[in-house]
């Protein structure tokens, strides 16, 4: 299986191991059609192994832990039971160690489906698959939706708390040397359902993105650092409106003009190219994406070149967006200020999430943001910041894939 494919179930009991050159803690949570758990009995772990319709079953080190899931003896309104895992070992990252689902038929053991998340890095813990309910009938779904703060990022998605140190130290980019990617939290302190969330700290804007789990845009724009993530979901709906990724720059040092090129790379699940909007094709997919043309100099206030998406209307195939910035001159990016994108709701001109490229490299390509159609219709955004020697967009197509 592929990141957002799924099957049918072809029967009502199924197991879900999670296998990896590390030992795993693996765990399932029961979610109601809101995606939340109703109660901490609806977490089901080595601790506690049993629910209403799900089991887990430890595999002792020397095999893959197990969660079975029995379709027929699940609670009314329990419509979907994720999967997660997380290395054992306190602060170990998936870095090198990428885990292997295995969907067996629970009756007789026969295989339905394998999984193995791609491209895994800071993660410290994921949702690795799920099995859900769908008009009537049960299907499982591939994820791989990492979280580069463990089990806490999971708990805040789902509606569990986890209990927190009581002075934690702040939070580091999830990829950002040398800092060490946080500690998992043991599974042993998930706690009943959470208390009413504690106001946060007044904002002003941009506010700043947290170093982990997943944020949307519900406190007004975001402010992203590299590698942080903010779903694109206000009072709780997706944004699937046109959008525009505006992209600028400034000669450095008040140098010489600079002719860089805004693109955007459009992929499928597979990471397979799709196709590419630039200077050279102004319009991609049907018009879904438009590009403003090329800028020459760098000079001037606002977006140097803009690149307008119609998120609704982009092709159900489509999954993954990379936007980057190249040097056809040859110029470098330690000859570039002021560098930076942003994503602008094109109704309301409002700001949304911006990402200001703090760092240069003597490269020639930049990939600046990637857009990531997740599992469940809405779309994320991810601030890169990752150099590539490439002078053209055509140069771009195969780091980006490997990016996703």
């Known amino acids: 299986m592929t990141p957002g494919s799924n099957i049918p ?128 009938a049960w299907k499982a779904r591939a994820v791989g939706q990492g979280y580069a703060n463990g089990l806490a990022g999971i708990a805040t998605d789902f509606g569990v708390s986890v209990e927190e140190p009581a002075a934690p130290a702040p939070a580091a980019a999830p990829v950002a040397p040398p800092a060490a990617a946080p500690a998992a939290p043991d599974p042993r302190a998930w706690a009943q359902t959470p208390p009413p969330a504690a106001p946060a700290a007044p904002a002003a804007p941009p506010a700043p993105a947290p170093a982990g789990g997943k944020i949307n845009l519900d406190k007004g724009r975001v402010s992203l650092q590299k590698n942080q993530t903010v779903s694109l979901v206000k009072g709780g709906r997706p944004l699937l409106s046109q959008v525009k990724m505006g992209l600028g720059w400034e000669p450095a040092f008040r140098g010489k003009d600079i002719d860089l090129d805004a693109s955007v790379i459009a992929y499928g699940p597979n990471r397979n190219h799709i196709d590419s909007c630039y200077f050279g094709k102004l319009a991609i997919l049907n018009g879904a994406i438009k590009h403003s043309g090329d800028n ?103 780091p980006a894939a490997q990016a996703l």
């Open 296 to 398: 020459l100099t760098g000079e001037g206030g606002g977006d140097d070149e803009v690149i307008v998406v119609d998120l609704g209307r982009l092709p159900q195939e489509v999954s993954g967006l990379v936007f980057t910035v190249n040097s056809f001159s040859g110029q470098k990016f330690t000859e570039v200020a002021k560098a930076y994108c942003r994503l602008v709701d094109a109704a309301t001109n409002e700001e949304l999430v911006r990402f200001d490229l703090t760092g240069a490299e003597p490269q020639t390509g930049v990939m600046m943001a990637k857009l990531i159609r997740q599992f469940s219709g809405e779309w994320e955004m991810t601030a890169m910041g990752d150099f590539v020697k490439s002078r053209t967009v055509r140069g771009m197509v195969k």
């Open 9 to 136: 179930l072809p029967t009502v009991r199924v197991s879900v191991d999670v296998a990896a050159p590390v030992r795993l803690d693996v765990s399932g949570l029961l979610l109601t059609a809101d995606g939340k758990v109703r109660s901490d009995d609806d977490f089901i772990f080595f601790n506690q192994p049993s629910g209403p319709g799900v089991t887990y079953q430890s595999g002792g080190g020397s095999a893959p832990d197990k969660v079975t899931v029995d379709t027929s003896a699940l609670p009314p309104g329990i419509e979907k039971i994720v999967v997660t895992a997380s290395p054992d070992a306190a602060g170990q990252t998936f870095q090198g160690i990428e885990p292997t689902a295995t969907i067996r038929n629970a009756d007789d053991g026969s295989v339905l489906a394998t999984f193995t998340p791609p491209q895994l890095g800071a993660e410290t813990a994921l949702v690795v698959v799920e099995i859900y309910l769908r008009n009537g």
